[in-house]
């Protein structure tokens, strides 16, 4: 069955550009007169590749050549990212991500979803948006974590039906980090002091130039222990788990064999393990299709310039997650 949808859509690409270069011949190279003939072969050439492109697609749209689409979730997860004018991503992007796996699942090819995922986790929104759009493919979701599965990555994998690891995967760090500079001694060293008008109590709770009141560390404590148990909850639900079992893990991280005594992994195994569970479910061969994220035409050119900019030593600009009023909020 694969080797005859292969011949077809071989059959489709070649039928769109045999009628491209019929088409373009007649009107850009016999039609013109003697002069417009040089310019006529080169439109014809460009209609010829472009209707080319556009026969593939058409014929991968028709007659899929995977079944199982693949998303990588790989390094620190951020909105965008991260990086600034003068630096690369560092990170995982969410919004991208996001986008993958909704093409993924709008794709008729995309049977089930395998989500890769190589993180430490990261910014708490980012990882719940990239869980949510898991949790709404329409097919079985499996993750598998190679070398780090860890807080807003588990989060992530909460959402999947399966989670899959090696033995020496780390997993777990199911908690969260709430974290502020404290620059006030430094401050008064060099002789700077904080005013700052505000309205509202705790509006510049956490402020790095002024010293932390019982008061506001307690109101920010409380912020960071909501987190904890919206995650509690979530993982909780996700992964058909007990809520004591998980906070008794205390947010500690495990190796991959541990983490399966625990319930915290479904199964180890390597990613031919992983695509051969995914034929028993499918009960066909797997075929992985790998989706990358789409750059406009903008977005390529602005990270070309901060390729440029990094690699003449501008340097790498910081980013803080979840950064309000200097205090930041990660999983």
């Known amino acids: 069955m694969a080797g005859t949808d292969d011949i077809v859509r071989g059959l489709l690409v070649v039928v769109v550009g045999i009628v491209a270069a ?65 630096s690369p991503p560092v990170g995982a992007s969410a919004d991208d991500i996001v986008d993958q796996i909704e ?5 008729r090819g995309s049977e089930a979803l395998l989500l890769k995922l190589n993180t430490p986790g990261g910014e ?7 869980r949510i759009a898991a949790e709404q493919f329409d097919g079985p979701t499996i993750a598998y974590a190679t070398d780090v599965c860890a807080s807003g990555g588990y989060d992530i994998a909460a959402g999947c039906d399966e989670l899959w690891a090696r033995e020496g995967s780390i997993v777990g760090s199911i908690g969260v980090v709430g974290s502020r500079v404290n620059a006030k001694e430094l401050a008064d060293r060099l002789g700077l002091s904080y005013e700052q008008f505000t309205a509202g109590e705790y509006k510049d709770a956490g402020v790095p130039l002024k010293e932390m009141t019982e008061d506001e560390r307690e109101y920010l404590q409380g912020i960071v222990d909501d987190y904890y148990d919206q995650f509690i909850d979530t993982v909780a639900e996700g992964r058909e788990m007990d809520a004591e079992t998980l906070r008794d893990t205390e947010a500690r991280i495990f190796l991959g064999d541990a983490a399966e005594e625990r319930g915290l992994v479904d199964r180890l195994g390597t990613r031919d393990d992983v695509e051969a569970s995914l034929e028993q479910r499918l009960g066909e061969d797997v075929t992985v299709k790998e989706y990358e994220p789409e750059r406009g035409l903008t977005s390529k050119l602005r990270g070309g310039a901060q390729r440029v900019a990094f690699a003449l030593g501008a340097g790498i600009a910081g980013v803080a997650d979840g950064d309000i009023e200097g205090l930041s909020f990660r999983r």
Do not use: K, M, Q
């Open 22 to 86: 019929v088409a373009g011949w007649y009107l850009f190279v016999s039609v013109p007169d003697d002069l417009a003939e040089l310019l006529g072969v080169l439109l014809l050439l460009a209609a010829v590749i472009g209707a080319v492109r556009i026969g593939s697609n058409i014929a991968g749209s028709l007659l899929p050549s995977h079944n199982v689409a693949a998303v990588g979730v790989e390094g620190p997860i951020t909105r965008d990212g991260g990086g600034g004018i003068t």
């Open 103 to 107: 093409r993924a699942d709008e794709d």
């Open 124 to 130: 708490i929104v980012p990882s719940e948006d990239i």
